[in-house]
């Protein structure tokens, strides 16, 4: 069973950067497809990036052009390059394969506010 444990949110201000990080235990890591995703106050989870086993990346129109997914095979990690972030991209956020069939981290919260 994979856990996976997210970090790296915070409080930033419109327009400003932050940097996710996500740890996946488990083997196979590097096999699987691995996304990004997000939950907003009163919204459904939705997938805002994704990342292949092969490092090809796809990502939300809503976040194209902001934000950057990347992964580290030896670490077990996935990294989400938050850039230009607006009000909108307020929410928390969660790793997981993609798609979803492993159980949820708690997520970290992102708050985008002046």
């Known amino acids: 069973q994979v856990q996976l444990v997210e970090s790296g949110g915070g409080l930033v201000q419109p327009g400003g950067s932050l940097r996710l990080s996500c740890v996946a235990s488990?083997?196979?890591?590097?096999?699987?497809?691995m996304g990004w995703y997000r939950q907003a106050p009163g919204k459904q989870r939705e997938l805002v990036a994704v990342i292949t086993s092969v490092s090809s990346t796809n990502y939300a129109d809503s976040v194209k052009g902001r934000f950057t997914i990347s992964r580290d095979n030896v670490k077990n990690m996935v990294y989400l390059q938050m850039s230009n972030v607006k009000a909108e991209d307020t929410a928390v956020y969660y790793c997981?394969?993609?798609?979803?069939?492993?159980?949820w981290g708690q997520g970290t919260q992102v708050t985008v506010s002046s």
């Open positions: 997981n394969k993609a798609p979803a069939v492993s159980a």
């Open positions: 488990g083997s196979f890591f590097s096999l699987h497809a």
